[in-house]
Each structure stands twice: as C-alpha cells, then as structure tokens.
C-alpha cells in the first residue's frame, strides 16, 4: 500500500516560512514525479510544484522565486521550503505521486493523480 506522509504545515506570519515534507512508502520515486497541489477555500485545485526524480523541476508562477522543491532519493522525501509567505498562500496542501508528470487543471485528491496525502494547513496572516 502506497502513502504519503505530509508534515510541516502551520501558521506563520506573511514574510515568514516554512518547509512542508512529504514522505512516501511503498512507493519507489525513481523514475517518478512526486509535488504539491493546494487549495484555499473556496477556490480551485492549483499545482504548486512538481520534481521528477532526475531533478526537472515546475513551479506554478505565483511562487517563483519564493518556493524550492527538494528531494531525498534515499528517504523518499520531497521538500517545498516556502519563503516570503503571503496571505494568499494560505490553502491545504497535498502532497502528490504518481508515474506520470503531475497534471494542472484537476480537482484535488481524485484519481487523476495516482496517489494523495492527507493535506496539511497552511496559514498565512498578514
């Protein structure tokens, strides 16, 4: 059985950070796409960032700059350090996997990504 394991959400002030890590078991990066989706209330599910396991990176525009993605072949682990937070980065967000590049344009936590994690808060006051 596959899982994501998300941890490092919570809230901070606008211009602080944090770093979200996202674990995975049974589940062999190499070869694979593992990213970030989030979604504030109320709004749509957007792709943050994705890393394949040979490093190729995306980064949705609005946090260029400001987010890295990171992996950890060994551990399984992917890393989105987020800087300079704002308030209109406050959203839950899900880690992601799957074989194929993570898609845009799709509802959070449904099957057109193989696998989800459970989602963690991030809170960003101004």
């Known amino acids: 059985e596959v899982q994501l394991v998300e941890s490092g959400g919570g809230s901070v002030q606008a211009g602080g950070s944090l770093r979200l890590s996202c674990t995975a078991s049974g589940f062999t990066f190499g070869g694979s796409y593992m990213g970030w989706y989030r979604q504030a209330s109320g709004a749509e599910c957007e792709l943050v960032s994705h890393?394949?396991?040979?490093?190729?990176?995306y980064y949705v525009e609005s946090v260029k700059g400001r987010f890295t993605i990171s992996q950890d072949n060994a551990k399984n682990t992917v890393y989105l350090q987020m800087n300079s937070l704002k308030p209109e980065d406050t959203a839950v967000y899900y880690c992601?996997?799957?074989?194929?590049?993570?898609?845009?344009?799709?509802?959070?936590?449904?099957?057109?990504?193989?696998?989800w994690g459970q989602g963690t808060q991030v809170t960003v006051s101004s």
């Open positions: 890393i394949r396991s040979d490093g190729l990176t």
């Open positions: 992601a996997a799957d074989r194929f590049v993570l898609l845009r344009n799709i509802y959070c936590m449904t099957g057109r990504v193989n696998y």
